[in-house]
């Protein structure tokens, strides 16, 4: 039967079904290819308000969640601040004003597998530490932590000139001790450098010349007494407990009066954190002090190390597997610290693996400033851009410490009601 001209089809009427399938299709599939790498429904969970329970459990149950097991996913929302709006920063960390043209680094959230981390709060966080102060002591790692934290806690803070530092020291290659106030919290956040957090001296009268300084594996630096009293107090050490920053420069360990020419550099260390949680022990009062320690942070070079060319200047995506690195190539610094806070009351910051997988957010060439990028061969691929990679650290940071601000509320809450009041 032939078609009258009012009954014939057009060619896109023909293709209906087919048309129909292939849009569907295409639908699903990006809408599964962004719920498992974009992680489009994040803002499903993330706008949550904290107070809402307890971020810490695992989802559906009673147990806890473990914040350090996850995966980083896309976030367009990240990053959390632009380092051309922080003037606390150091001009080696400001990556994208160095040079540096991709960006791709800044969007990268950490998710944990079984929970949400809660999205830093500038102001909470501020309002907890009022009258406080929260010190980080350990190497220049820390102190990229410690900056990473200075641009967001300011980022909510308009007029820029109520945060200081208090002995009007500059930031950029100080090599001691800054104290930044936030004036309206009367709140401090505090760098204390200290490579080894043990103490690095002379060596005793008589040593022979070749040890031009040494690690007193039983002493705490002489800076310490100075972190002991603090609100919180995050500590990190690690990136210099090496045969070139010690026993190649000369620095050799020593226990009393004693230089232990035949010490080994893994020994030193585990002597030295022994020492650390023996002072903790004996020094800090841990119902006043919430103590923390940030575990290593793996470098990233490749072909090479910091003397030898080792490079990282093409990275420009994470470790995106299913499976997470191993953790033996740095056991040496992480066993001492499970067999020494064994019975002592202290926070984790578990970032070793989620953090090897970030070879990607390095400084690499892009750590001069405006004198342009560094030759190749001169790359560092231990210190981070920021923003990038510590924001992440400080948004755990952030959680274990509301972790804790929350659990003190609820026991005050009980103590009224027991109370009565």
């Known amino acids: 039967m032939v078609l009258s001209p009012s009954r014939r089809m057009k060619p896109l009427e023909q293709m209906g079904p087919i048309w129909f399938f292939f849009s569907i299709s295409m639908a699903l599939f990006l809408l599964l290819f962004c719920f498992l790498y974009l992680d489009c429904g994040s803002f499903l969970r993330r706008d949550r308000k904290i107070q809402e329970g307890r971020f810490w459990a695992k989802k559906g149950s009673n147990l806890e969640c473990d914040l350090f097991d996850g995966e980083w996913v896309w976030d367009q929302n990240y990053p959390l601040y632009e380092s051309k709006d922080c003037p606390f920063l150091d001009l080696g960390f400001r990556c994208s004003e160095n040079g540096r043209t991709d960006n791709l680094y800044t969007n990268w959230r950490w998710q944990p597998k079984h929970c949400d981390l809660p999205r830093f709060n500038t102001k909470t966080m501020l309002s907890k530490l009022r009258n406080k102060r929260l010190v980080f002591a350990g190497d220049s790692i820390g102190r990229n932590q410690w900056e990473s934290l200075l641009c967001l806690l300011s980022s909510a803070t308009p007029n820029k000139s109520s945060i200081y530092e208090t002995n009007n020291n500059p930031i950029t290659k100080h090599m001691g001790y800054l104290i930044f106030k936030f004036q309206e919290y009367n709140t401090t956040v505090e760098y204390y450098r200290a490579p080894f957090l043990v103490l690095q001296s002379r060596p005793p009268a008589g040593v022979g010349g070749k040890v031009k300084t040494t690690l007193k594996v039983d002493l705490m630096d002489w800076m310490a007494v100075r972190w002991r009293d603090a609100d919180v107090l995050v ?23 004693e230089v232990k020419m035949e010490m080994s550099v893994d020994e030193a260390y585990k002597r030295s954190i022994k020492t650390l949680f023996d002072w903790l022990n004996r020094e800090v009062n841990t119902t006043k002090t919430q103590v923390i320690f940030r575990t290593y942070a793996p470098v990233h070079f490749r072909g090479g190390d910091w003397r030898t060319g080792g490079s990282c200047h093409q990275e420009t995506v994470p470790e995106l597997g299913p499976h997470a690195p191993s953790l033996k190539p740095w056991a040496h610094l992480l066993n001492p610290l499970n067999k020494y806070s064994k019975g002592y009351h202290l926070d984790f910051l578990n970032i070793t693996q989620m953090t090897a997988r970030r070879k990607d957010g390095h400084l690499s060439v892009f750590y001069l400033g405006q004198v342009g990028p560094a030759a190749l061969h001169r790359q560092d691929c231990s210190h981070w851009c920021l923003p990038g990679v510590p924001d992440a650290w400080n948004e755990l940071l952030y959680a274990v410490f509301m972790k804790r601000e929350m659990r003190l509320g609820e026991n005050v809450r009980k103590s009224r009601v027991r109370d009565g009041r």
């Open 235 to 257: 500590l990190n050490t690690g990136h210099w407990w090496n045969y070139e920053k010690t026993i190649r420069a000369g620095c050799y360990f020593q226990e009393g009066n």
